[in-house]
């Protein structure tokens, strides 16, 4: 089947996905939390999260967060799974930000994708997620979801490189570059309420 990532994109905006969505789909976008979350939510469901994010309340920004003790912080994400996997990487993640890019606005502007990529624990759909809704860049997040949602296309690409590539590409050719940080974000979020939808997951 022939088809671009733009029709796939609108396909899924004419089901009305994000209706009951915040803006931009993901909790806070913008913000620190995002960063724990993009983290927290490997290897387990959106909704253990959320029970670890609650938690966490008070504990949510660079400043406060890198407060916590291990113990503390294994503690309150355990809702997530392997929390002594995820909570010495959270807060080496936390200090490196802090010692390198000092505040956390600081780390939305001049973090790069390398950067995150050298971190222990982040991988490339961890990373584009902290970039796409942490930093609100330009970048198309790709994941378990997407491949099953482009195998019903008969689309299957040889690594998370392709398939971001295949995304990014159609959209690219029809939104200004400004409304990228925008559309990528929808277009993930759309993906992952299709598939919740149709109950793939």
Same mark, same amino acid.
């Given at each position: 089947?022939?088809?671009s990532?733009?029709?796939?994109y609108? %396909?899924?905006?004419?089901?009305?996905l994000?209706?009951? *969505?915040?803006?931009?789909?993901?909790p806070?976008?913008?913000?620190?939390?995002?960063?724990? &979350?993009?983290?927290?939510?490997? $290897?387990?469901?959106?909704y $253990?999260?959320?029970? *670890?994010?609650?938690?966490?309340?008070?504990? =949510?920004?660079?400043?406060?967060?890198i407060?916590?003790?291990?113990h503390?912080?294994?503690?309150?994400?355990?809702?997530? &799974?392997?929390?002594?996997?995820?909570?010495?990487?959270?807060?080496?993640?936390?200090? $490196?930000?802090?010692?390198?890019?000092?505040? %956390?606005?600081? %780390?939305?502007? $001049?973090?790069?994708?390398?950067?995150?990529?050298?971190?222990? &624990?982040?991988g490339?759909?961890?990373?584009?997620?902290?970039?796409?809704?942490?930093?609100?860049?330009?970048?198309? @997040? @790709?994941?378990?979801?997407?491949?099953r949602? =482009?195998?019903?296309?008969?689309?299957? %690409?040889?690594?998370?490189?392709?398939?971001?590539f295949f995304?990014?590409?159609?959209?690219?050719?029809?939104?200004k570059?400004?409304?990228?940080?925008?559309?990528?974000?929808?277009?993930? &979020?759309?993906?992952?309420?299709?598939?919740k939808?149709?109950?793939?997951?």
């Open positions: 089947m022939n088809i990532s733009y029709e796939i609108t %396909f899924l905006k004419e089901q009305k994000l209706e009951n *969505s915040p803006p931009l789909w993901w806070n976008a913008g913000s620190f939390e995002v960063v724990v &979350g993009a983290i927290l939510t490997q $290897n387990t469901t959106w $253990n999260v959320t029970k *670890s994010l609650e938690n966490l309340q008070g504990y =949510l920004s660079l400043e406060t967060f407060t916590l003790k291990e503390q912080l294994k503690e309150k994400i355990k809702p997530s &799974g392997f929390y002594n996997q995820k909570a010495p990487r959270l807060l080496m993640l936390t200090c $490196n930000i802090k010692n390198e890019f000092k505040t %956390f606005q600081n %780390f939305q502007k $001049n973090v790069s994708r390398e950067w995150l990529l050298t971190q222990k &624990g982040i490339d759909e961890s990373a584009d997620a902290i970039l796409c809704y942490g930093c609100l860049r330009a970048e198309m @997040v @790709v994941d378990t979801y997407t491949k949602l =482009l195998k019903t296309f008969n689309l299957e %690409f040889k690594n998370y490189k392709a398939y971001k995304l990014q590409e159609g959209i690219e050719q029809h939104y570059s400004s409304e990228l940080p925008r559309v990528y974000a929808e277009f993930h &979020g759309m993906i992952v309420e299709y598939n939808r149709l109950k793939t997951f």
